[in-house]
Structure formats: C-alpha cells, structure tokens
C-alpha cells in the first residue's frame, strides 16, 4: 500500500498530496456535522470550511458548491461498497456462500461507514434533485454489476437480461431498504446483528427462489 499522506510532515507533502487531504478534511468536516443530528440540506460553505479549520475560500477550491461535495460522498461510497461486494461473487467463493457473503461485506460497510450512510439514507428520500438522481444512478450501478456477475457464474441462464435486471434490481433495494435498521442496531448486542444478517439472507433467497421459478412470457402484440 503506498504510504498516508496524513502520517507525513506538511512539508513533504507534494502538491496533489496537499489537495487530497484538503479535500478529505472537508468531507470529514460535512460528515461530522450530520453526525451532530444536522440534515445535509442545512450545511452551509462558511461552516463545513470552519468545521474543517479552513476559510471558505478553502471550499471553493475543492467544491463549486454543498451538492458538488455531496456528490463527492456518494461516489466515494459507491465506489468502496461496488468493488467489495464484487469481490463477494468471484468464481472462487461457494455459490451456496455468495448471498451470505455479500450481505456480510455489506452490513460490516455500514456499520463502518455510519455517518456516510446515514447521509446516503436521508439524501435519497428527500434533500437536493442532483444527489437524489445520483443516488439512483449508484443504485442502477449495483444492479447491473450483480446481473453481470450472475450471468459469469453461469446462475439463472434461463433468464432474459431483462427479468434478470428486475431481480437484481428487487435485491439492491432489499439490501440498502435495510440500512437504517443496521445503524439502529445496539453495538453491544451482536444477537441481534446476527439475527437481522439472517433475515436479510432469507429474504434474498426468498428472491432467487422466484426467479428460479420465473418464465419469460413471450412478447404479446398490442391489439390492432
């Protein structure tokens, strides 16, 4: 792994590294504020840039504006979460694995990343169109990688691209349906934690059982 930038002396710093961190302060210093029960929404530049220990001037070299660092959260969550959960559905893992597997890598994700799904969750049903419309595009994102990755371990050849795409679809909303009631979870009483990966794998098998019994119908005309 190359070196962290935050462990080195300021003046070792290159330029980029310079950057990067800047970058990463401000969208630590967004996430903390949420954390303090604020909605994304009501975040403004002067206080994500003093929470960050920065003029807002600061800000503006990074992010145009408050959305464009919302952005900037959804995609490094989707990016993370994406190449984790397709790590979970290599050839190499059991089939009879793969869902509990994936489920597992998802729900340490959330409880590792609380503040950021917290913001996912509560930007998705309401705050600002772009990173609603963002969140939808992530989401359409997980269901095309799952589809892709169902159809390379040879499950389900009797599907059309299209049923195929509203199961994986059915699947994606199951789990990220699920997220609130993880961060909810108490950390002291992993029981329960065991109980809900349980239910949640239940319920995606549940799925795949009605896709294995799913018949593509032929294409009907519209009458004349």
């Not at 504020?33 to 220990?53: D, K, N, V």
């Not at 504006?65 to 993370?80: K, M, P, Q, R, Y």
């Not at 990966?197 to 799925?207: G, K, M, N």
Request: hydrophobic residues 40%; aromatic residues 6%; positive net charge.
């Amino acid at each position: 792994m190359p070196p962290d930038p935050s462990r080195k002396p300021a003046e070792e710093l290159t330029r980029t590294e310079r950057k990067d961190l800047t970058r990463g302060s401000l969208l630590r210093a967004a996430l903390a504020l949420m954390g303090q029960g604020r909605s994304f929404t009501s975040l403004g530049i002067r206080e994500i840039a003093r929470e960050a220990g920065m003029v807002p001037n600061a800000f503006y070299r990074h992010f145009k504006t408050t959305d464009e660092l919302g952005l900037a959260l959804v995609e490094e969550v989707s990016l993370t979460l994406r190449r984790l959960l397709r790590e979970a559905r290599q050839p190499h893992v059991p089939q009879s694995d793969v869902v509990r597997q994936s489920v597992q890598v998802y729900f340490r994700y959330v409880v590792s990343n609380r503040l950021q799904f917290l913001f996912i969750c509560s930007e998705r049903a309401g705050g600002s169109r772009a990173l609603r419309t963002a969140i939808r595009h992530d989401v359409a994102a997980f269901t095309s990688d799952m589809a892709h990755d169902i159809r390379r371990l040879g499950l389900f050849p009797d599907l059309s691209p299209e049923s195929l795409h509203l199961v994986c679809g059915l699947m994606v909303t199951s789990m990220l349906a699920v997220a609130p009631e993880i961060l909810d979870l108490p950390p002291d009483q992993p029981a329960l934690a065991a109980q809900m990966t349980d239910a949640t794998v239940q319920q995606l098998h549940i799925i795949l059982m009605g896709a294995a019994g799913w018949k593509d119908r032929p294409a009907t005309r519209a009458p004349a």
